[in-house]
């Protein structure tokens, strides 16, 4: 089923993220972590697609198990890297195959170890493109794209990235998932220049939580994010006095008030990236009143 009909329908939810394990060895657990996880009732899961499409084959199969078997929609991410027009049309038409309506279309981060990597010189040379692509050809499939209320980390300013965001809508993005943050008020306002430049597509504002400070870290390093620092210090402080332990207690209260705070303030829903891990999940989403 198309996603953007059900978020028309039932408003506010919880969504999910998973990433595919690139080792089948790991797939009976990973399966285990998503029937862990439908207690919450996701509206959807995405399913992310590894830099130059290298776990492609992964994302589609476990996209197509989650939903044959498992119960939950997915949405299969999608990346103009390394894309060309005949591997597009593929992927698309076995999402089709496997009754799959569901995109996110991303850039993409380049192919690991590629650090000259040039976007130009590609078919697909951004995510507006890809959209582009999937509203011609599978006017069907429902189309998403990425929103980053903290500017890209490759961006220049938060306006090019509104102004991307807005050109993404129009070219055919029917709603909208955003990175990971922290400070709900970049959300909002996020949101709010949007629609005033008549993007009013439902923007899903992304949520992780803290389960330690190492893969805090490590993540907000990858993905440009930051922490605020009273939040920092606290995390920090809990680490010194009581390890990661105290760090998890404290990671999880804040996500709780966090994601109950957009969902108060008119967020559409909830995205929890998952971490292919279910006990945080479960902890958040049986605290929100939904």
Known sequence: MRVCDLIEKKSPFISLEFFPPKEKDAWPSFFEVVDEL????????SVTYGAGGGTQDNTLEIATRMKRDHGIEPI?????????????????????????????ALRGDPPQGQDDFDFNAQEFKHA????????????????????????????????SDLDMVNLKVQKGAEFLVTQLFFDNRLYFDYVDRLRAMGSNVPAIPGVLPIMSLRSAKFILGLCGAAIPGKFLSALEKAHAEGGDDAVYELGIGYAVRQAQELIDGGAPGVHLYTLNRAKACLEIGRKLKI
């Not at 439908?38 to 899961?45: S, T």
């Not at 991410?77 to 076995?94: I, P």
């Open 38 to 45: 439908k207690e919450l009732d996701p509206l959807f899961a």
């Open 76 to 104: 299969t991410h999608l990346t103009s890297v390394g894309a060309s027009a005949d591997k597009l049309d593929e992927f698309l038409q076995s999402l089709c195959d496997s009754d799959i309506q569901n995109v996110l």
């Open 128 to 159: 507006t493109d890809v959209i582009e692509f999937i509203r011609k050809r599978y006017p069907d499939m429902c189309v998403g794209g990425a929103a980053y209320p903290e500017p890209h980390p490759e961006s220049p300013s938060i306006q």
